[in-house]
C-alpha cells in the first residue's frame, strides 16, 4: 500500500487552481522528501468544459485522471475512496491551497499515533479565508481544556482538508447534501461521526490550509439558506456529552 492518497476535486475552477495546484505539488515533494509514498489523483466531478481542459493539460500528466458524475462533493470522496492506494487520505479543493508542509507533518503525526494503535485524524492548526472573506482560525485538538462537544450545535471544528485513515472513511462515508432543503456541511456531520466511533481529531503544529471564499459558492449557498447538519443520535441532549472523551 501507499502512505496516502491526495485528491484534488474539481468542477468549475481553471486559472484559480494554478495556484492551488503549485501548493500541491510542493506538498507532495515534501511528504516524498520525508520518506513518504504518496498516490496523486484528480477528480473532476461534472466538470466544465473550460475545468476540463485546464486539469488535462500535459502539465497534469503524472497525476491520475478520473471522471465522475456525482455531483455532490461528498458522493465524489465516497466513490473515489474505495479505489486508492493510500492508507491515508488527504483532500484538496480545486480553488483551496495547504502550506508545502502540511502532508510530510501530518503524515508523522497520524503515522506516530498508528504506532501508539490511536485512529488520529489530523487537521491543520490555523485555517485561513481569503479572496470574499478574510478571517483566521485556529483549530483546536479533541484533547485541548477549551474544546467543549456542546460546541457542535452551533459549529463544526474541523474542515474536510484533514489527513484521515482510509478505514475512517470507508466507516463513515459523507452524508449527500440537500441545500434547497436546507441541510449541509459534510464536514461538520463527519467529524461528528468520526468522534463518536473513536477516531480522535488531532491538529498539527504550524501547518495550514488556504480557503477560498468566492462570491458564489456551495458555503455562502448554505449559509445563505440557513442549512443545518442533519439530525444525528450523538447529538441527543442526553448523548452529546459524551462525544469526543466526554468533555
Not at 505539488?25 to 511528504?31: D, G, H, R
Not at 489530523?122 to 484533547?143: C, Y
Not at 481529531?201 to 443545518?228: G, Q
Request: proline fraction near 4%; charged fraction near 25%; glycine fraction near 6%.
Amino acid at each position: 500500500m501507499t502512505d496516502l492518497t491526495l485528491i484534488v476535486t474539481a468542477h468549475s475552477e481553471t486559472v484559480v487552481a494554478g495556484p492551488t495546484m503549485r501548493s500541491a505539488e510542493l506538498a507532495v515533494e515534501a511528504a516524498r522528501a520525508g520518506g513518504f509514498t504518496v498516490q496523486q489523483v484528480i477528480a473532476l466531478d461534472k466538470a466544465t468544459e473550460a475545468t476540463a481542459a485546464y486539469f488535462n493539460q500535459p502539465r497534469f500528466d503524472h497525476w491520475e485522471r478520473r471522471v465522475m458524475h456525482e455531483g455532490d462533493l461528498g458522493l465524489v470522496r465516497n466513490a473515489l475512496v474505495p479505489d486508492t492506494e493510500g492508507d491515508f487520505i488527504a483532500f484538496l479543493d480545486a480553488d483551496d491551497i495547504f502550506s508545502e508542509n502540511w502532508l510530510a507533518e501530518a503524515l508523522v503525526t497520524v503515522k506516530e499515533g498508528e504506532a501508539r494503535g490511536e485512529g488520529l485524524i489530523a487537521s491543520p492548526e490555523l485555517e485561513v479565508l481569503f479572496d470574499r472573506n478574510m478571517a483566521a482560525t485556529r483549530n483546536l485538538e479533541q484533547d485541548s481544556m477549551l474544546f467543549t462537544p456542546y460546541f457542535l450545535y452551533l459549529r463544526g471544528y474541523y474542515d474536510s482538508l484533514c489527513v484521515t485513515p482510509r478505514e475512517a472513511h470507508l466507516q463513515v462515508p459523507y452524508g449527500s447534501r440537500d441545500i434547497p432543503n436546507g441541510l449541509a456541511f459534510q464536514d461538520f456531520q463527519f467529524a461528528i461521526e468520526t468522534m463518536s466511533r473513536g477516531w480522535k481529531h488531532v491538529i498539527v503544529k504550524d501547518t495550514i490550509i488556504f480557503k477560498r471564499r468566492r462570491p458564489s459558492s456551495l458555503v455562502t449557498e448554505s449559509l445563505a439558506r440557513r442549512a443545518i447538519v442533519r439530525s444525528l443520535p450523538e447529538m441527543a441532549i442526553d448523548r452529546i456529552r459524551d462525544l469526543a472523551g466526554g468533555r
